[in-house]
C-alpha cells in the first residue's frame, strides 16, 4: 500500500481522500517546517503532499529514496526544487486553478484596503481614537490598475477591477492581443505600464525571470503615488528599494500578503503606517482550501495507484482512463527504446517515433518519454520517464515523432528509429490482445519476440548453416534456449536473430558467437520482465 505524508496544513479532506483510496497517511501538518524532521522521514513515503511552508529542497530530495510524486495543493512550486526532482523521477503536480478566484478576491480586498487604509483605520477606532480627519482615502473608479501577469489570477483580478470602474492596462508577453480584448484590458509593455498605474498588482510566478520585476530601477519608472500589492510571491520586489521608494514619499502605500523570507516574522516594512501586510493569506478561504486538498489528493492517489498523471509540472499527463490502456504500451516503448540502447554504443544524435493505428490514439508524449528513458538508460544510468525528455534535449538529441493510420496487418504499433553517428538502426513492437509486448520488425526485417530477461541478438549473413552453428555454440556452452525468432530481408540477404535464454549471455559466449562464419555482431540484450 502506498505511503503519503501530508506536512503542511491541508484540508483534513485531503486525509479523507487517500483513505479512502486506500492509501496510507500520515497527517503532519507542521513537519514541512523542520527541514531536519522532515530528511529524516521522508525515505519511507511514496508521495508527498504540501502547501508553501514546506520547502522541498535538493537535501529533502536525496533523502527522498522512495518518493514517486510531489503533490502541491495549491499553484506556485517555487518551494520545490523541480530539476532535482525531476532527475529523480519524482513527479511534481499542482492544482492550477483551485485557489484562484479566493487569491484574486484577497488582492481586491488588498487594493481596496490600501485605497481607503482600512486596517490602519480599524486599528485606530478599536483604540478609541476617531481619527475621522487622518484617514483620507482615494477612490478606485477611472484610476489605472497596472496588472503584471494577466494568467489564471490576474485576469480575475483584471475583470474585476473592470467592475470596479478602472481603467485595467496589463502587462504579460504572453497574453494574447485576443484575450487582452475579451478581458477588457489594454496590453502594454513594462515601462509603459509602470509610467501609468495608479495601482500596480502582481500575478507572475516566481521565476529567474520574474524575480526583482519591480527593482529599483522598475520602481523608480513608476508614477509617484503609486499603490503596489503583491499577493504573487515577495521575490518579484525589491523589498529595501520599496522601503526606500515608501519613505522618500514616491510610492503612497503597499499591500503585501507574500514576502522574501517566508515565515515573515520580521521586516523592514513592518510598523510603516503606508503598509498593509497579511501571512500569505491568498488562498486562505474554506472554498479553496477544500477544493485544492481534494484535488491533490485525488491527483497524487491516482498517480499512485494507476499511474495516470494529470497537472504535473514535469510530465505529460495521462488521464486516469487512459491509464490502463496506455499502460502496455508505454512499457513496450520503453522495451524498444532499451533494446536500441543496449544494441547501441555511439552517441545518438536523432531519435525518430513513428506511432501507427491504435497507438497514435494515445498519450503519445508518455510513450516517447519512456521510449527516451528505455535509450539513454543503457548510456546514461539514471533515467526515467520524468526526466528522459529533459536528458534527451540537454544531449542535443533531435526528437520527431510522426502518427499515422493503420496501413498494416497490427492494429497498431511503435517503430523507434535512432540515428548515431555511425549507423541508422529501428526496431518496431506491438502489444498482443494478451497486454504482452511483441518485436514485430528489427532493422526493418520481420520477426516474432517476446522480450524476455536475458537475450542474445545476431546479425548475419543469410547463408546455410549458420543457426546450426550458433545452436551448437550456445549448446557447448551450457546456454539453453528458450525461444528463437529468426527474420531475413531476402534470401541470401541480411538476418536477424532474437534468441532467448535462461541465463545471462557471458563475455566469453558473445566472443565465441562472434567467431562463428557469416555473423555481423552478436549483442547481449536484456530487459526487466515481470
Ligand atoms: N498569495 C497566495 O496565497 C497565492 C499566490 N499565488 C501566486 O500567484 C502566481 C500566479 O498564479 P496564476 O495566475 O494561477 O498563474 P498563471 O500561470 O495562470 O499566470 C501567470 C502569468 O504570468 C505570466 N508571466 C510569466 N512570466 C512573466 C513575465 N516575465 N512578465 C510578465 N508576465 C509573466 C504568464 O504568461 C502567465 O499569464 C503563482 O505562481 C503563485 O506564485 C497563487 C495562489 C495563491
Ligand atoms: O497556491 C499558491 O501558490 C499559494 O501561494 C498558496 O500558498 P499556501 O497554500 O496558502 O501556503
Known amino acids: ?97 483551485g485557489n484562484s478566484t479566493t487569491t484574486a478576491e484577497h488582492a481586491i480586498a488588498m487594493m481596496l484596503s490600501l485605497a481607503r487604509q482600512i486596517p490602519q483605520a480599524n486599528a485606530s477606532t478599536h483604540a478609541g481614537k476617531w481619527e475621522k480627519s487622518r484617514f483620507m482615502g482615494i477612490e478606485l473608479t477611472g484610476k489605472t490598475l497596472g496588472v503584471i501577469g494577466c494568467g489564471n489570477i490576474g485576469s480575475i483580478v483584471a475583470t474585476r477591477g473592470v467592475g470596479l470602474k478602472m481603467r485595467v492596462i496589463a502587462f504579460d508577453p504572453y497574453l494574447s492581443p485576443e484575450r487582452a480584448q475579451q478581458l477588457g484590458v489594454e496590453k502594454v509593455d513594462l515601462d509603459t505600464l509602470l509610467a501609468r498605474a495608479d495601482i500596480i498588482t502582481l500575478h507572475t510566478p516566481l521565476t529567474d525571470k520574474t524575480r526583482n520585476i519591480l527593482s529599483r530601477e522598475a520602481l523608480a519608472k513608476t508614477r509617484k503615488g503609486v499603490r503596489i500589492v503583491n499577493c504573487a510571491r515577495g521575490g518579484l520586489i525589491d523589498e529595501e528599494a520599496l522601503k526606500d521608494a515608501i519613505d522618500a514619499g514616491h510610492v503612497a502605500g503597499a499591500a503585501l500578503d507574500v514576502f522574501a523570507v517566508e515565515p515573515a516574522k520580521e521586516h523592514p516594512l513592518f510598523g510603516n503606517e503606508n503598509v498593509i501586510c497579511t501571512p500569505h493569506l491568498g488562498a486562505s478561504t474554506e472554498e479553496a482550501q477544500e477544493t485544492v486538498a481534494l484535488q491533490v489528493a485525488e491527483q497524487m492517489a491516482d498517480y499512485l495507484l494507476t499511474g495516470a498523471v494529470t497537472n504535473a509540472v514535469n510530465m505529460p499527463s495521462i488521464s486516469a482512463e487512459e491509464a490502463p490502456r496506455l499502460k502496455p504500451w508505454v512499457r513496450l516503448a520503453e522495451m524498444l527504446g532499451s533494446f536500441a540502447g543496449q544494441v547501441t554504443e555511439s552517441a545518438i544524435k536523432e531519435v525518430e517515433i513513428l506511432f501507427e493505428g491504435v497507438a497514435s490514439e494515445m498519450n503519445v508524449k508518455a510513450m516517447t518519454s519512456a521510449a527516451l528513458a528505455g535509450l539513454l538508460r543503457p548510456q546514461v544510468g539514471d533515467v526515467n520517464m520524468v526526466s528522459a525528455p529533459i536528458m534527451a534535449k540537454e544531449r542535443g538529441i ?92 531476402k534470401e541470401g540477404g541480411d538476418a536477424i536473430a532474437l534468441l532467448t535464454v535462461d541465463d545471462v549471455v557471458s563475455d566469453a559466449v558473445l566472443e565465441k558467437v562472434r567467431d562463428l562464419p557469416h555473423v555481423l555482431q552478436a549483442k547481449r540484450v536484456e530487459f526487466d520482465v515481470e
Do not use: C
Not at 486506500?22 to 507542521?30: C, K, L, N
Not at 528489427?442 to 547463408?463: C, F, Q, S, V, W
Open 398 to 489: 533531435v526528437l520527431s515523432e510522426v502518427k499515422r493510420d493503420k496501413m498494416g496487418v497490427f492494429d497498431g504499433y511503435i517503430r523507434l528509429t535512432i540515428q548515431t553517428e555511425k549507423q541508422r538502426r529501428s526496431v518496431a513492437g506491438t502489444v498482443f490482445s494478451d497486454g504482452k509486448p511483441r518485436f514485430i520488425q528489427i532493422k526493418g526485417i520481420n520477426l516474432d519476440a517476446e522480450p524476455a530477461a536475458h537475450m542474445l541478438y545476431t546479425t548475419n549473413a543469410d547463408k546455410p548453416g549458420y543457426i546450426g552453428a550458433l545452436g551448437t555454440t550456445l549448446g557447448e556452452a551450457g546456454v539453453n534456449i528458450a525461444a528463437f525468432a529468426l527474420g531475413r530481408d
Open 1 to 97: 500500500m502506498p505511503k503519503v505524508l501530508v506536512s503542511d496544513a491541508l484540508s483534513e479532506r485531503a486525509v479523507e481522500i487517500f483513505r479512502e483510496r486506500g492509501i496510507d497517511v500520515d497527517f503532519q501538518p507542521d513537519l514541512g517546517k523542520d527541514k531536519d524532521k522532515l530528511a529524516e522521514v521522508i525515505g519511507q513515503y511514496d508521495g508527498l503532499a504540501i502547501r508553501s511552508a514546506t520547502k522541498v529542497t535538493d537535501k529533502i530530495i536525496a533523502a527522498a529514496a522512495n518518493l514517486r510524486v510531489i503533490g502541491r495543493a495549491g499553484i506556485g512550486v517555487d518551494n520545490v526544487d523541480i530539476p532535482k526532482a525531476t532527475a529523480r523521477g519524482i513527479v511534481v503536480m499542482n492544482t492550477p486553478f
